[in-house]
């Protein structure tokens, strides 16, 4: 079985959306920065969709999804059923930001869609945990894959704070932009750790642990998430206060790549086959 790539992407779009969803529920983006809530909205109902676009993409007859409805005891019908919800959360938010009306609704709904992204990722992951998969039936993965979607969307919340043009009357752009860059290195942290202490459970699962230190999938460990999808974020995360915007950008790039990386290197660990088969 190789890596399936539209299944990684899904995984990795879906949890994107927390970002957008968190930065209008926690901040007082939603009330006071109607700029950067338009941006926010809408960047989040795209990831949504585009990690809609995967899953079915992944299907290889996108018809065929009308029959994943057709038993709604199935894990994988509830799961898609909850993106679907999420993204007409999104869908309703968007348009209240960019059309104006509803404006009571906002924070509610970026609420709504903040709890139901997150649980839409922990479902996702969820469908993972397979007997027959020991490197997968561990309960550390989907709480990796969380955090992992949880530091992503951190940063892409930060990355629009950022970059987002100032609107009329909004002030204080740069506290806001210093708050998210606070929380993002303590939750990077969180996630190295869980990650780090994951793969090495999963690994000594699949074929002994000596696969992600010297083996087959070391080069993946060593520099897709230790170095690219941690180090480097962690770096530019502690000196992002010199260069905020070219720090943040380059950061959120690097924790895309170790976010590929990470759930990429589920399938060789849950198939326990050496990666170079699965291309």
Same mark, same amino acid.
Request: charge should be positive; charged fraction near 10%.
């Given at each position: 079985?190789?890596? *399936?790539?539209?299944?990684?992407? !899904?995984?990795?779009?879906?949890?994107?959306?927390?970002? +957008?969803?968190?930065?209008?529920?926690?901040?007082? %983006?939603? %009330?006071?920065?109607?700029?950067?809530?338009?941006?926010?909205?809408?960047?989040?109902?795209?990831?949504?969709?585009?990690?809609?676009?995967?899953?079915?993409?992944?299907?290889?007859?996108?018809?065929? %999804? #009308? !029959?994943?409805?057709?038993?709604?005891?199935?894990?994988?019908? *509830?799961?898609?059923?909850?993106?679907?919800?999420?993204? #007409?959360?999104?869908?309703?938010?968007?348009?209240?930001?960019?059309?104006?009306?509803?404006?009571?609704?906002?924070? +509610?709904?970026?609420?709504?869609?903040?709890?139901?992204?997150?649980?839409?990722?922990?479902?996702?992951?969820?469908?993972?945990?397979?007997?027959?998969? +020991?490197?997968?039936?561990?309960?550390?993965? &989907? $709480?990796?894959? @969380?955090?992992?979607? @949880?530091?992503?969307?951190?940063?892409?919340?930060?990355?629009?704070?950022?970059?987002? &043009?100032?609107?009329?009357?909004?002030?204080?752009?740069?506290?806001?932009?210093?708050?998210?860059?606070?929380?993002? $290195?303590?939750?990077?942290?969180? !996630?190295?750790?869980?990650?780090?202490? !994951?793969?090495?459970?999963? %690994?000594?699962?699949?074929?002994?642990?000596?696969?992600?230190? #010297?083996?087959?999938?070391?080069?993946?460990?060593?520099?897709?998430?230790?170095?690219?999808?941690?180090?480097?974020?962690?770096?530019?995360?502690?000196?992002?206060?010199?260069?905020?915007?070219?720090?943040?950008?380059?950061?959120?790039?690097?924790?895309?790549?170790?976010?590929?990386?990470?759930?990429?290197?589920?399938? &060789?660990?849950?198939?326990?086959?050496?990666?170079?088969?699965?291309?």
């Amino acid at each position: 079985m190789a890596i *399936q790539w539209m299944l990684v992407l !899904y995984s990795l779009f879906m949890g994107l959306a927390i970002g +957008p969803f968190g930065l209008l529920a926690i901040t007082d %983006a939603s %009330a006071k920065r109607p700029a950067l809530s338009k941006w926010a909205s809408v960047v989040g109902l795209v990831c949504i969709v585009i990690a809609g676009v995967f899953a079915f993409s992944h299907l290889g007859k996108p018809l065929s %999804a #009308i !029959y994943v409805f057709s038993n709604f005891r199935s894990p994988m019908t *509830q799961e898609t059923a909850m993106v679907v919800v999420t993204g #007409i959360v999104a869908a309703v938010l968007a348009a209240s930001m960019l059309f104006n009306f509803l404006p009571g609704l906002r924070k +509610p709904l970026a609420w709504i869609g903040l709890v139901l992204s997150v649980v839409s990722v922990i479902m996702i992951a969820g469908i993972y945990l397979l007997p027959a998969r +020991p490197a997968w039936n561990i309960w550390l993965l &989907p $709480l990796a894959l @969380l955090m992992s979607s @949880l530091i992503n969307g951190l940063l892409l919340a930060w990355v629009l704070a950022a970059f987002v &043009p100032v609107g009329a009357g909004e002030t204080d752009r740069p506290a806001l932009v210093e708050k998210l860059r606070s929380w993002a $290195l303590p939750v990077l942290v969180l !996630y190295a750790a869980v990650a780090i202490v !994951y793969f090495l459970m999963a %690994a000594s699962l699949a074929g002994g642990i000596v696969r992600i230190l #010297i083996g087959d999938l070391a080069f993946w460990f060593w520099l897709g998430l230790i170095v690219v999808g941690l180090a480097a974020p962690a770096v530019l995360v502690w000196f992002g206060k010199k260069s905020p915007k070219l720090s943040v950008l380059a950061a959120f790039v690097f924790l895309l790549v170790g976010g590929l990386v990470v759930r990429a290197l589920l399938f &060789p660990l849950g198939m326990r086959v050496p990666i170079t088969s699965l291309w």
